[in-house]
């Protein structure tokens, strides 16, 4: 789990372009969005892109999103709990 | 007879130099354009994490923007509907267009098609410096003073605006080019008055 964190974190800041910032800086339950780091709507369907293209989990209910995309954490969890 | 409206300071960004009212005020002879951007966003300490996410178009816009109001701050003189920003460009969002039409074959980027439209450019500067005021972004070959100067002097006489960015971004196959300048109905007699004559001086002295 936690190499999969780190991966994840790597992948997250090439995919939303966020070279601002250094894996070390995202926590492992920090918030993605608004009062953390800060990501937005488009940021979210590029998170749904990452898993797809990645890992090839597609997002079942999107109603799941905020959820699923809380944490770097929550995104291991559910990738670990649905990759094939 | 109108009153004359006046072109406060002006920025180019071109083949890796920025020139504030003719002075250079950053070079980077023997960057790429996208290490140029870099280099200016750390040597101006922009502070804007969502420069990042910006195409090329937005960023050279955005650099002009930032520099040219680096030292006047229009939210504390004028209402965000006061201040109009009124841009032209040659290749428009084409250089984004192309990448997020490559990105279709695999999986469609959402950040990308975001920036597939020339207003983006001015929405970003907008958001970044509150401008509520008229906005647009117009596609020419090359750089019409007498359009630019037409337009924005009407949004004056009409009361439109009090304050107007106007100028030409341009980003293409690594090329950035950005031409602003900051016009408003205050000035001397020894400011430049915002007619096609003057505008097309400027930019000529900075073309040669």
């Known amino acids: ?84 | 007879m109108t009153n004359p409206v006046f072109v406060s300071s002006y920025i180019t960004l071109r083949s890796n130099k920025i020139l504030l009212n003719g002075e250079v005020i950053f070079e980077a002879k023997e960057a790429t354009t996208l290490n140029f951007f870099q280099a200016v966003y750390d040597h101006f300490q922009l502070n804007y994490p969502k420069f990042f996410k910006m195409d090329n178009l937005c960023k050279t816009g955005f650099i002009a923007s930032e520099l040219l109001l680096r030292t006047q701050k229009l939210s504390e003189t004028y209402h965000p509907e006061q201040i109009g920003i009124i841009l032209s460009s040659a290749n428009s969002s084409l250089d984004t267009d192309i990448k997020y039409q490559a990105s279709i074959a695999t999986a469609p980027s959402p950040s990308l098609f975001v920036y597939t439209l020339p207003n983006v450019l001015i929405g970003e500067i907008c958001i970044r410096h509150r401008i509520k005021g008229e906005a647009a972004c117009f596609v020419f070959d090359i750089f019409d003073a007498t359009f630019q100067t037409d337009y924005v002097n009407l949004l004056f006489e009409t009361g439109k605006v009090k304050a107007c960015i106007s100028g030409w971004a341009d980003y293409y196959s690594s090329k950035a080019e950005a031409f602003f300048y900051l016009v408003e109905n205050t000035g001397s007699e020894t400011t430049l008055k915002n007619n096609a004559e003057n505008v097309n001086r400027i930019w000529n002295n900075l073309n040669t």
């Open chain 1, 1 to 84: 789990m936690s190499e999969l964190i780190d991966t994840l974190k790597v992948q997250i800041i090439e995919q939303l372009n966020l070279q601002h910032l250094k894996p070390e800086d995202i926590g492992d339950d920090q918030p993605l969005f608004v009062e953390g780091l800060g990501l937005d709507s488009i940021d979210a369907l590029e998170l749904i892109v990452l898993l797809q293209q990645k890992y090839g989990i597609k997002l079942a209910n999107p109603q799941d999103g905020p959820l699923v995309f809380k944490t770097v954490k929550s995104i291991a969890d559910y990738i670990t709990e649905h990759k094939k």
